[in-house]
């Protein structure tokens, strides 16, 4: 596998970890029946602002291999 192929890996394993994330937040239960109260945890939030940022540079890796 070439690093594209890796990188695009990479994206969509986190892609789907970080969907898996927002469907767990009782905020996002709460939306679907619509319900708006803020139950979430500080450590699901940390770990979907971690996920995003990693998405986001596995983003720009891939960018920066198709300028190449």
């Not at 970080?18 to 905020?27: A, G, I």
Request: net charge negative.
């Amino acid at each position: 596998m070439n690093a594209s192929n890796i990188t695009k890996q990479e994206l969509a394993l986190k892609l789907s970890q970080l969907e898996e994330l927002k469907k767990s937040l009782p905020s996002y239960k709460d939306r679907q029946c619509g319900v708006f109260k803020h139950n979430d945890s500080v450590e699901l939030w940390e770990k979907i602002e971690e996920l995003e940022e990693e998405i986001e540079d596995l983003r720009n890796a891939k960018a920066q291999n198709r300028l190449k």
